[in-house]
T-cell receptor, first 113, second 113 residues
Framework: GAGVSQTPSNKVTEKGKYVELRCDPI?????LYWYRQSLGQGPEFLIYFQGTGAADDSGLPNDRFFAVRPEGSVSTLKIQRTERGDSAVYLCASSLTGQREQFFGPGTRLTVL | GIQVEQSPPDLILQEGANSTLRCNFSDSVNNLQWFHQNPWGQLINLFY???GTKQNGRLSATTVATERYSLLYISSSQTTDSGVYFCAVERDAGGTSYGKLTFGQGTILTVHP
């Protein structure tokens, strides 16, 4: 079946702008995760949804970052007033209820000029 | 939080050679996954292995949870094995899965023809 999909694959924006990154999990997966990967590093956890609610948002770096999952499927990561330090690859993953194995999407490469 | 250390950081092999990658972690885990990140950035699931031994073709993995380490074995390496290998763990919080994976820094594998 189809894997996790993310759009756009690349996003270039200017400092101070607002961006939205979208994640479409594997069909039937109730858990959804966002991670951020800087160059040369491993991915770092941002937020975890179980259904529609954020079960753990401890990884969000500050209040410019926000994520929603209103219908328990697609999720949107929203970044306000982008800064150059926000440039990274944003990865989304999903897993089945009761199973811990996570499956990742191809990521969105965000560049803030 | 939990610490994850991978070794070696870099590994260069000739095609056909065997290799062992190591992942040490600092606390009890209920999830351990090995990933291969290909040159396009996609994280490919290799193993879900919080304990025990698994094999898949030329790859195998062993996790000794009581001693807090995992090993990934690659036999008869091929140029297509090149890329970054990540170990990621979820700390065991006593039965409740919080979903947060903590990644190591990765091992960069280069296989020459």
């Amino acid at each position: 079946g189809a894997g996790v999909s993310q759009t756009p694959s690349n996003k270039v924006t200017e400092k101070g702008k607002y961006v939205e990154l979208r994640c479409d999990p594997i069909s039937g997966h109730t858990a959804l995760y966002w991670y951020r990967q800087s160059l040369g590093q491993g991915p770092e956890f941002l937020i975890y949804f179980q259904g529609t609610g954020a079960a753990d948002d401890s990884g969000l770096p500050n209040d410019r970052f926000f994520a929603v999952r209103p219908e328990g499927s697609v999720s949107t990561l929203k970044i306000q007033r982008t800064e150059r330090g926000d440039s990274a690859v944003y990865l989304c993953a999903s897993s089945l209820t009761g199973q811990r194995e996570q499956f990742f999407g191809p990521g969105t490469r965000l560049t803030v000029l | 939080g939990i610490q994850v250390e991978q070794s070696p950081p870099d590994l260069i092999l000739q095609e056909g050679a065997n290799s062992t990658l190591r992942c040490n972690f600092s606390d009890s885990v209920n999830n351990l996954q090995w990933f291969h990140q290909n040159p396009w950035g996609q994280l490919i699931n290799l193993f879900y292995i919080p304990s025990g031994t698994k094999q898949n073709g030329r790859l195998s993995a062993t996790t000794v949870a009581t001693e807090r380490y995992s090993l990934l074995y690659i036999s008869s390496s091929q140029t297509t094995d090149s890329g970054v290998y990540f170990c990621a763990v979820e700390r065991d919080a006593g039965g409740t899965s919080y979903g947060k994976l903590t990644f190591g820094q990765g091992t960069i594998l280069t296989v020459h023809p």
